[in-house]
């Protein structure tokens, strides 16, 4: 059951904050966050588990919210380099990792 | 080192033509899986790999076969190409599984498929 995604694409100017969010209907057990720019693989971001931690990457942050079963990117200060889709990848207890439909972010000079 | 090699880069089938997708990794990786992306749709497991001798299914594995018989090796077979197989697939993996939230996935650089 694929996680939910919002905003399915968003513009933002350099130097701009984005949230990107990750919801399910089923209770959350890790969150796996990924960046895939155009033409290219996904690429690691950060792992979350639950148990409502943040973590933090530079710019990129992200939380998760055990009991709204939702996890939120956010990106602080946008550079040009951000601009991609993002996946957030869901596990439920098992060695499944079912990934979100994308949001894709443009960042514009 | 040189990751997650995925052959062939691109393909052209016609329906009902089988063939096979390799994937190979070099750093002893226990996880593999194969995922294949389309347009608004995301990333789809199709089938996943916890270690040498066992597979099991993901969201999307009607006319996909994989077999596991070394570590470094997954490879994905169409049975019977059809037309909605056409896609970008991807082969990924991690030291161990993906639930533990300690094990990042590598991605292979994919593979197009376009089935006429």
């Known amino acids: 059951q694929q996680p939910v995604q919002s905003p399915q694409a968003v513009i933002l100017r350099e130097g701009e904050d984005a949230v990107i969010n990750c919801s399910s209907s089923?209770?959350?057990?890790?969150v796996h966050w990924y960046r895939q720019k155009h033409g290219e693989a996904p690429v690691f971001l950060m792992i979350?588990?639950?148990?409502?931690e943040q973590k933090g990457h530079e710019k990129i942050s992200a939380s998760f919210n055990e009991k709204k079963q939702q996890s939120s990117l956010y990106l602080t200060a946008s550079q040009l380099s951000y601009s991609g889709t993002y996946f957030c990848?869901?596990?439920?207890?098992?060695?499944?990792?079912?990934f979100g439909t994308g949001t894709r972010l443009t960042i514009i000079p | 080192n040189a990751g997650v090699t995925q052959t062939p880069k691109f393909q052209v089938l016609k329906t009902g033509q089988s063939m096979t997708l390799q994937c190979a990794q070099d750093?002893?990786?226990?996880?593999m899986s194969w995922y294949r992306q389309d347009p608004g749709m995301g990333l789809r497991l199709i089938h996943y790999?916890?270690?040498?001798?066992?597979?099991d299914q993901g969201e999307v594995p009607n006319g996909y076969n994989v077999s596991r018989s070394t570590t470094e090796d997954f490879p994905l077979r169409l049975l019977s190409a059809a037309p909605s197989q056409t896609s970008v697939y991807f082969c990924?993996?991690?030291?161990?599984?993906?639930?533990?939230?300690?094990?990042?996935?590598?991605f292979g650089a994919g593979s197009r498929l376009t089935v006429l």
């Open positions: 990848g869901t596990t439920f207890g098992n060695e499944k990792l079912t």
């Open positions: 979350l588990l639950k148990g409502g």
């Open positions: 750093m002893n990786h226990e996880y």
């Open positions: 089923k209770a959350l057990y890790s």
């Open positions: 790999s916890v270690g040498a001798g066992i597979t």
């Open positions: 990924a993996s991690s030291p161990g599984g993906v639930s533990s939230g300690a094990n990042v996935l590598t």
